[in-house]
Each structure stands twice: as C-alpha cells, then as structure tokens.
C-alpha cells in the first residue's frame, strides 16, 4: 500500500470545549488507484487529508492516536526534516482555491520554475522551459507565451490546471486533491476532472480525491470511502456504492444528486445538519437524521460491519450501519 491512514483520530481543542474531527478513520490507496473521499462540510474528509500532508500540526488541531503509513514508514514518527522531504517530493496537495494557492505577484512561469530550481538545481532557463513543458502537458493554450502571465490572468480552469502542473512538477506518488473543482462551472469542471484522472494514470500516482460531490466521482475512481462525524459509514469499490448503497446516508447523498433523466423534480435532501463535533450524538452518529434508525441505533455505536453477499465476502465492502442487510437489499422501502 503506498499509504494507509490507521485508527486516525485529530481534536481540535476551542474555547468552547474539544471538537472531534476524525475519530478513528482508516483508509488506504495504492499506487495507480484513486480514492474519493466523500463527505458533507465538517465530516472530516480535508482534516484527515491535512493530517496526512503533516500541515495539521500546529495548535489549535492535535492528532492524538492513529498512525499515517507512507511505503509502509510512519510519517506520525518521523523528523519533521524528513517529513518536509516526503511532503516536498513525494507527495502533493491541490486546493479548491488555486487563486489563494498561488503567489500573485509571481508569474506562473516563475512559481513553477521555482519547484524546479529549488528542488532540483536547475538552472533558471533550463526550469523555465519546464514550466513550460508542463503547462503544455496540462493543456493550457500558448503556454510559451502565458507562462510571463500573473494567475489572476488566467481563468479559474485554467488557474486549476496550473495548480495540477505544479503538484506534478516533481512527479509524486501521491496527490491529494481537496475539492479540485468545486468552485468551477459544471463543464470546466469535467474537463479538469478528466485530466487530473489521465494524468494520475499516466504518472501511476495514487490519488485522493476529497469532494462532497457524488456526481464527480463515478468515472474517476476505483474505490469510495463515505465519512459522517468524523468516521468512515461506508467503504467500498465505487461502482458497488453506486448499484446499491450499503448505508442509510450514502442512500441519501445518492438521491440527492441530480438526474439528467429527473428533470424538473424535486431533489432529495438529507433532512437534519450535520452533528455538532463538540457533542456528537450517542449510538450511530446520523441516528438523528436517518428515515431507518431503530432504538439501538441510539446507544450502540455501529462497528464498520463486513458487507458480504449471499455469503461471500463482496469486494472488501464496509457499512457502519446496523442494518446495512436492509438498506443494501431496499428491504426498507
Ligand atoms: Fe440509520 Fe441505525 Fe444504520 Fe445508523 S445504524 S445509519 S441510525 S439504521
Ligand atoms: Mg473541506
């Protein structure tokens, strides 16, 4: 496995009281695969990636247990020297926002160029032409010219792409995306989508891919992890989730994505908000909101069950859901 997070769990310490975050995830991707992390805001999908990338290690945010396995070694042990090498060359983060990403007073040519020069020793004029060797890759248009351009320049899909070409400047194994199109329009959006996956395929990298958004998903990962309050409520290959959902909540974010066959219908929505971090509720923590939920949903906290069937174990699929037979089989509608 290139990296796998074990029984990570991360509090953020306010002056209100400690808020738990991520409470005991673990998740995995190899080399060539690509993970979606799927989560509403505040379900901990981008704390445990900020855990993962080592930038969560300043107070207010404490990881207090788990390990971050990285080719097998724990980043969670390591000098922070070291763990700044491994995060430089080894791994890379794309952001929603590449405008606050980027520095605005350097040329992107020069923001590029720098990873080279700093990284690699080049020389400004041979790192220059990288820079534009990799503009080119990620299909932005005259590169050689644009590469003298400022970000504010450039469009918000272009200024994305310029945040992938410098994630894959020093070529990583690992890329952790964190919503890489959620603040663009719907058909830039794919078309961003699309490259990042090419590129992820050609380079054999391990992706993360952090979005709210089941609609992005479908044709660019192999394997899903679903998180609510800070933990993990399904797992599974992506397509398995998609034919039938195992949990409750991945139920409802399905049927609240929009159909090009319902049009003109009313969307479904998850009734309820997500819990408070600071006072998460008892037993299995979407009880408040879930159109299933039993009395011992209330005090037993659900373990991520084996999904198996007609027996057979089906593809290393997991539910945190005490009735994930029922949801898995539509034996409650
Ligand atoms: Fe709903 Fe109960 Fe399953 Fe939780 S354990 S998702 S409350 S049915
Ligand atoms: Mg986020």
Partial sequence: MLLEVRDLRVEFRTRDGVAKAVNGVDYGV???????????????????AQAVMGIL????GRITDGEILFRGQDLLTLKEEERRRIR??????????????????LSVGDQLGEMFVVHRGMSR???????VELMDRVRIPAAAERVRQYPHQFSGGMRQRIMIAMALALEPALIIADEPTTALDVTVQAQVMELLAELQREYHM???LITHDLGVVADVADRIVVMYAGRIVESAPVHDIYKAPAHPYTRGLLDSVPRLDQKGQELYAIKGLPPNLMNIPPGCPFHPRCPMAQDVCRTDVPPLYEVTHAGESDGGRGSACHFWRECLHGLDR
């Fill in 125 to 131: 004029k041979d790192a220059r032409a990288r820079a």
């Fill in 206 to 208: 391990g992706l993360v």
């Fill in 30 to 48: 190899d080399a060539g695969e690509t993970l979606a992390v799927l989560g509403e805001s505040g379900s901990g999908k981008s704390v445990t």
């Fill in 57 to 60: 290690d300043i107070p207010p």
């Fill in 88 to 105: 430089g060359a080894e791994m890379a983060m794309i952001f929603q926002d590449a405008l606050s990403s980027l520095n605005p007073v």
